[in-house]
């Protein structure tokens, strides 16, 4: 299983990023896929869901009505369009999926300041 994200950089607020998470190693589409972000010195936090077919999607409250989780499934990629972005949302950000374990990608660090 390897998970590779993509799309982070530095940001002004109120600005938007999508990232990106190719997945390969498993049978995406059989899988329901998961991102998650950690800013310096806290915990790790769970951001969005997306079932495997991509009709299921929920979120963080602190993410509701401005973050976006997708998938394309022919591509083996989900997504994570970021609108309305804040500085507290400056984190390193993850795609997870959980195959009987757990599996991350490497992150990609995001940076909203002006």
């Known amino acids: 299983v390897q998970l590779v994200e993509s799309g982070g950089g530095l940001v002004q607020p109120g600005g938007s990023l999508r990232l990106s998470c190719a997945a390969s190693?498993?049978?995406?589409?059989?899988?329901?896929m998961r991102w998650y972000r950690q800013a310096p010195g806290k915990q790790r936090e769970w951001v969005a869901f997306?079932?495997?077919?991509?009709?299921?999607?929920l979120y963080a409250d602190s993410v509701k009505g401005r973050f976006i989780i997708s998938r394309d499934n022919a591509k083996n990629t989900v997504y994570l369009q970021m609108n309305s972005l804040k500085p507290e949302d400056t984190a390193v950000y993850y795609c997870?999926?959980?195959?009987?374990?757990?599996?991350w990608g490497q992150g990609t660090q995001v940076t909203v300041s002006s």
């Open positions: 190693g498993f049978t995406f589409s059989s899988y329901a």
């Open positions: 997306i079932g495997s077919d991509g009709r299921t999607t």
């Open positions: 997870n999926t959980t195959i009987g374990a757990n599996y």
